[in-house]
């Protein structure tokens, strides 16, 4: 095809170093920066595919997210702001790795399976984290896509959820800019907040630690549109320090700390973003030191009773129901399901599963532990919840209820989690609620639990059912399981392959953090055993 000579020329300005092989993972494209050039190259290529496809616009995100610094990582957004539909994965990964003389073939197979009309007009919009090598690969990204002859818009430095929320608008409003995306969530956040009581619990100040990252940038941005509604104290807000670098959501949820660079007093309440802030952690410590964390479980229960308590208010018939993978600690799904009444789902990990589980709902809050979650709406839902907003006769009570869920709605980033619109969200419903830090963490104690990981030979031997709760190969591992997890009390255990990592992930809980600890050692004693362990024995945690 004519349109190809174009590629086949600029491609060898981004060559691929022969034999290189990536996947499009749960997250995109992740890998060492230096190996990404010509992947940005052909993600731009085919991101305009993708929107001949869909005669729509299309999102290119250059970010590592949570990575190191030195990483990076490329993800298409797909027409509505969600991630990239799955056959479109399977592209990306074929594209990637096709060898420099197979790359017009390659583009050529997606072109005739997807029956594409090269004729039809794409548009692609590119956005990137603040990543050293950020700026060079998305000048990749826009090579591809004008070597197809195709326009493309750059947003420069944005968060990942701004991307996508900017691919939604374009393709559902004909426009898009950041500052519609500052205006529309501070403006629901005003209003939600205008009339909040004064508590003595709930402090106003919060701290947060932006991760030395993009959300930094982006909070500093947000904050001229607070009207000094919300005060803020930002620490590594990336003029000093390494992106990620003992910092950030990852960094705190997983080493269960706070990050460095952050000066907390006693009860303070302070949050983390991640790299591309799409995660978002609290935490707090407690008069005797006590670390407390507020993860995605906590979030997602505080929201959920939020939601569920106006629409009764309100008195509107809409079914909210929560979605976690089998990483939420069983406390939460506990309260949610004994305490709140609530319909709760436990999917795959991945953002997409839940996702994808919480459409399903009238009101679906979805959460994983590690911080990343949203809530979704239905189209009537919305509709029924916006109709009784504007209706003059009802009782004051119910009013209050309405409005305060109308603006709920427009806070929140419906495309994909988002720290910054989570952020408001929970600070305006602490306020509303005039709850402190600490009245929000004791809606329910956490089990004590242990995440470990062990290295085997070959991951893929082990294969799991039921979200991931239960293995189903290697022969034998999921009645070991049983067994470990019988003897104490509380206690639950599963394990599953990585999809980011060359490890397999084993979580344990139970009513103590000894028995957590324990349990966690001797299931990953059964994955070395059973499922061909490599290097060392797994030893027992020192605590
Ligand atoms: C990716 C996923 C995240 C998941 C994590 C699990 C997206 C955008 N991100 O970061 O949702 O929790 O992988 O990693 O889907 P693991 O498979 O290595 O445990
Ligand atoms: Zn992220």
């Given at each position: 095809m004519a349109e190809f000579e174009e590629v086949s020329r600029k491609s060898k300005l981004h060559p691929k170093p022969t034999g290189l092989k990536l996947q499009y993972g749960t997250a995109g494209f992740r890998t060492t920066a230096k190996h990404l050039d010509h992947v940005m190259f052909r993600m731009g290529l085919l991101a305009v595919l993708r929107s001949k496809k869909t005669r729509s616009t299309i999102g290119v995100m250059v970010t590592a997210s949570h990575?190191?610094?030195d990483d990076n990582g490329v993800k298409l957004i797909d027409p509505m702001g969600e991630m990239v539909a799955l056959t479109w994965e399977e592209y990306a990964s074929q594209l990637a790795n096709a060898e420099q003389e197979e790359l017009l073939h390659s583009l050529n197979d997606i072109v005739k399976k997807e029956t594409i009309d090269m004729s039809q007009e794409a548009r692609v919009i590119v956005g990137r984290d603040t990543r050293p090598s950020s700026e060079s690969l998305s000048r990749a990204v826009f090579d591809g896509v004008q070597c197809l002859g195709s326009h493309f818009h750059d947003y420069g430095l944005v968060t990942t959820p701004q991307l996508h929320y900017m691919v939604y608008c374009q393709n559902t409003q004909g426009s898009a800019t950041l500052e519609d995306y500052y205006k529309k969530h501070s403006q629901a956040f005003l209003h939600l907040t205008k009339n909040a009581p004064v508590h003595a619990?709930?402090?106003r100040r919060l701290l947060v630690?932006?991760?030395?990252?993009i959300g930094a940038l982006k909070l500093r941005e947000l904050e001229a549109f607070l009207q000094k509604q919300l005060l803020v104290a930002l620490f590594n807000d990336g003029s000093t320090g390494k992106l990620?670098?003992?910092?950030g959501a990852d960094y705190v949820k997983v080493q269960q700390k706070p990050p460095q660079g952050i000066q907390m007093e006693v009860g303070e309440r302070c949050c983390s973003f991640d790299g591309d802030a799409d995660r978002i952690v609290y935490y707090y410590t407690n008069s005797d030191g006590h670390f407390h964390l507020l993860d995605g479980d906590k979030i997602a229960t505080l929201i959920s009773t939020f939601l569920k308590e106006l629409i009764t208010e309100a008195g509107l018939d809409l079914q909210v129901a929560a979605v976690q993978t089998a990483y939420a600690n069983g406390s939460s799904t506990r309260f949610l399901e004994d305490t709140m009444k609530m319909t709760v789902v436990c999917t795959k990990t991945g953002v997409k599963h839940l996702h994808h589980a919480a459409q399903k709902f009238d009101v679906g809050v979805y959460f994983e532990a590690n911080g990343h979650g949203t809530v979704l709406f239905s189209r009537a839902a919305e509709e029924q919840i916006h109709q009784l907003a504007k209706s003059p006769d009802i009782t004051n009570e119910k009013k209050h209820a309405i409005q305060l869920l109308d603006n709920t709605v427009n806070l929140i980033n419906q495309t994909v989690g988002d720290a910054l619109s989570d952020m408001l969200l929970i600070e305006a419903v602490l306020a509303v609620r005039g709850m402190g830090v600490q009245d929000w963490d004791a809606m329910y104690t956490d089990l004590p639990n242990r995440q470990l990981k062990v290295k085997v030979?070959?991951?893929?031997?082990i294969s799991t059912t039921d979200a991931e709760r239960r293995v189903v190969s290697p022969a034998g591992l999921q009645e070991a399981i049983d067994k470990l997890v019988a003897k104490y009390q509380q206690a639950r255990s599963f394990v599953r392959p990585s999809g980011t990592e060359d490890v397999v992930r084993i979580y344990a809980e139970a009513d103590t953090q000894e028995s957590a600890d324990a349990l966690a050692h001797e299931v990953s004693l059964a994955v070395y055993n059973l499922a061909g362990g490599v290097g060392e024995e797994p030893k027992p945690l020192k605590l």
């Open positions: 990575n190191p610094e619990n709930a402090q630690d932006g991760a030395n990252g990620n670098h003992l910092c030979a070959d991951r893929r031997v």
